[in-house]
């Protein structure tokens, strides 16, 4: 690893990052996507089972990328990953706030929103992790895996409230510039690896 100047083990602020990216993708895409449902409905004349098909696309496009993610973090900077992902999850929020039918949404959720999950999630968290520890490893994977399970706390709240204050269209637009301005910058802060 690069010699990074701080008065801490910078392998600590790797993690602090790994957390945060996971956090915002996961929270919002997987752990808020029941808020969307409701919303799709209405604004689609859509049943639920519809709406539903668009996280089994989701989930469907995990299972298929997430090996492809697994060998690019092998073969790839991390930190160019991390901020690929982040875009992608960034213009999935943007395309979907536009989405005129529903299949368009289950388009974006399958292929950009798919990207931004496995681009700046778990794969790219402990990848980084275990390049960053000898000592201490257990420990610091045991805590970066930890961001997903903190966004499914703190990010539905943000999202109900950007949805019930603006609207889910244009909430979206304000998650996308969330994911703009910390994943975006945070994966700059990714050195050796």
Do not use: H
């Not at 966004?151 to 510039?177: C, D, I, M």
């Amino acid at each position: 690893m690069p010699i990074v100047r701080t008065p801490w083990y910078y392998g600590w602020t790797i993690v602090a990052v790994a957390i945060t990216y996971q956090a915002i993708v996961y929270g919002v895409a997987l752990y808020s996507f029941t808020f969307w449902v409701p919303l799709w409905e209405d604004e689609f004349a859509a049943g639920r089972g519809d709406v539903m098909l668009v996280f089994i696309a989701m989930q469907a496009g995990l299972a298929v990328l997430a090996p492809f993610a697994g060998k690019a973090a092998d073969s790839l900077p991390l930190r160019w990953l991390v901020l690929a992902g982040g875009i992608c999850f960034a213009m999935s929020l943007i395309l979907t706030s536009y989405a005129q039918e529903l299949w368009q949404i289950g388009v974006i959720f399958a292929v950009l929103t798919v990207a931004g999950l496995v681009l700046a999630g778990p794969v790219t968290a402990m990848t980084l992790v275990a390049r960053w520890f000898n000592r201490n490893s257990g420990m610091a994977l045991g805590i970066v895996s930890t961001g997903t399970s903190i966004g499914g706390l703190l990010l539905p709240l943000l999202v109900v409230y950007l949805q019930a204050e603006f609207g889910w269209r244009e909430a979206n637009l304000w998650l996308a510039g969330l994911v703009m301005l910390v994943i975006v910058p945070a994966s700059l802060l990714i050195y050796g690896s």
